[in-house]
């Protein structure tokens, strides 16, 4: 089997492992609930900005000095206990005041979406290291075991207390797994990491602004709509993620060839790729909407089975605007984190200071995103102006 053939089956368990744990929360969860837990994964994403910017920027700097990937891989190990730590202790103490937002009645799952930080982020060093050395077995490895532990230990937690608390528990344990399985990737060294650091900063930044933009309508649609619509909304959303999700695999195969010069042809490729993926989930989705509805968790979601093709769609554009920001993150180039942050701010400002509903919400999602992946594709064909952070050095 080809690189980019193992790896999107290990990535497409890791999906299915997610999405199985969506499904079984969905039918066992209370419409309710759904939407709380929704919101929770939500935060989740957000606060796991550092896991995502420590595997690019291990996977680029590997890719471009692959002798010194040991140096690189202690800097990686050691950063992502620094993030992960950070991120749980800043959750930790900002869920006084999240908790009301999210209508939840507690602030423990807040407190332990930020412990789940943690894991997350030395998952992100060990698949950095396999990816930027192009073994792709070994990353294979650490996304199925990701897929594997989210869904028998969060189903499990679910299966004994239906809660969302109980749900997010599980997923933290589950977080361990895939730890344990890229263990051999890290080193705990001591390494001066100055330039690294940076690097992982702005990376973070960059991120940050994609995975708030992509999941503002979760937290929206928490906030403006019933506790009901928002159930409903947290239904469709599990399409949005597949849609996401599935084309995933084409960015963490190409991404090494993207961190080195004359990537134009490798970029377009890939776009393209993650175009057609996209259109053949919007379309299954519209032409089964019946199919669409079992997926995301049954009869009583039937009031959004009409517009699960809308969150397909918006989940197809929001890939293909990840895929660009990988793309930027290889060059150096920042100019797309103001793009993602305008855009926030207008999905928000729309949000807020109007009367919306399900299909205004996704349809303002799905407009500014189309927006901003036509805005990336020309500027990523644009020379890079200057590098993003500090030096590569150290």
């Known amino acids: 089997m080809s690189a980019g053939g193992r790896v999107a089956a290990a990535m497409m368990v890791q999906n299915i492992g997610a999405y199985g744990f969506n499904l079984v929360a969905a039918r066992i969860l209370d419409v309710p609930d759904l939407g709380a837990l929704t919101a929770l994964l939500g935060v989740i994403l957000v606060a796991n900005v550092g896991m ?18 040991e140096a690189i891989a202690g800097r990686a190990t050691v950063t992502a206990l620094v ?11 900002a869920s006084p005041v999240l908790a009301p937002v999210l209508q939840l009645d507690s602030v423990w799952p807040l407190v332990l979406c930020g412990a789940t930080v943690l894991p997350l982020t030395l998952m992100g060093a060990a698949a950095g290291v396999a990816q930027g050395q192009q073994r792709w077995g070994a990353l294979s490895v650490i996304y199925v075991a990701n897929g594997v532990g989210r ?3 969060g189903t499990a937690a679910i299966l004994v207390v239906a809660t969302p608390t109980a749900a997010i528990a599980g997923v933290l344990v589950g977080a361990w797994v895939p730890v344990l399985a890229g263990i051999r990737l890290l080193h705990l060294r001591h390494v001066r990491s100055v330039g690294y650091m940076w690097e992982v900063a702005a990376g973070s930044h960059a991120m940050l602004a994609f995975l708030v933009l992509s999941n503002l309508d979760a937290l929206l649609g928490r906030a403006v709509l019933t506790e009901h619509e928002s159930g409903l909304y947290g239904a469709g959303l599990i399409l949005t993620k597949a849609a996401l999700f599935l084309p995933q695999f084409v960015a963490i195969v190409v991404f090494p060839r993207l961190a080195k010069a004359g990537a134009d042809r490798a970029r377009s490729r890939a776009v393209a790729a993650v175009a057609v993926l996209g259109l053949i989930a919007t379309a299954m989705t519209a032409l089964l909407p019946w199919l669409a509805l079992i997926l995301v968790g049954g009869d009583k979601y039937v009031e959004v089975e009409g517009r699960l093709w809308l969150f397909a769609l918006e989940g197809s554009v929001l890939a293909l605007v990840q895929l ?21 701010v207008v999905v928000g400002g729309v949000t807020l200071l109007t009367p919306i ?9 799905t407009l500014t995103a189309s927006v901003v992946a036509a805005i990336a594709w020309v500027l990523a064909q644009r020379p890079v ?7 590569v050095g150290g």
């Open 83 to 93: 993030i992960g730590l950070a991120a749980t202790v800043v959750v930790a103490l």
């Open 52 to 69: 995502l910017a420590v595997q690019t920027t291990t996977a680029r700097r590997i890719a471009v000095k692959p002798d010194d990937a």
């Open 151 to 153: 869904v028998v230990l």
């Open 357 to 365: 509903g399900i299909t205004g919400l996704t349809l303002t999602m």
């Open 385 to 391: 102006g200057r590098p993003m952070g500090r030096p």
């Open 324 to 344: 660009l920001v990988f793309d930027a993150l290889a060059r150096r180039s920042h100019t797309i984190v103001a793009l993602l942050w305008g855009a926030s």
